[in-house]
Nanobody, 115 residues
Framework: QVQLVESGGGLVQPGGSLRLSCAAS????????MRWYRQAPEKQRELVAT???????AYLDSVKARFTISRDNAKNTTALQMNSLKPEDTAVYYC?????????WGQGTQVTVSS
């Protein structure tokens, strides 16, 4: 089994920054995609950012140029740097790892953008 733990969420004012991190433990051979999702109250979960095993990235249009996803393959970690945060970024953020034949989720971390 693989366990994912997110950290770094919290309350921030509009225009501020937060950095989310995700650490993995367990039986890991190779991680293909690392992803960040978010789910706001009464909304469906949406894919925010993806980074492939060879470093290619993709972003939700509304976060492009504000969020940056990164990964450390040696440590099996991923991070999401979030700048210029807006109230509409408020959500629970989840990391997701795609391995061969399975994917795993963290428990989520709350991000609240409010003045």
């Amino acid at each position: 089994q693989v366990q994912l733990v997110e950290s770094g969420g919290g309350l921030v004012q509009p225009g501020g920054s937060l950095r989310l991190s995700c650490a993995a433990s367990g039986n890991i051979f190779k991680i293909y995609d690392m992803r960040w999702y978010r789910q706001a109250p009464e909304k469906q979960r949406e894919l925010v950012a993806t980074i492939t095993s060879d470093g290619r990235t993709a972003y939700l249009d509304s976060v492009k140029a504000r969020f940056t996803i990164s990964r450390d393959n040696a440590k099996n970690t991923t991070a999401l740097q979030m700048n210029s945060l807006k109230p509409e970024d408020t959500a629970v953020y989840y990391c997701n790892y795609v391995l061969a034949g399975a994917e795993f989720w963290g428990q989520g971390t709350q991000v609240t953008v409010s003045s």
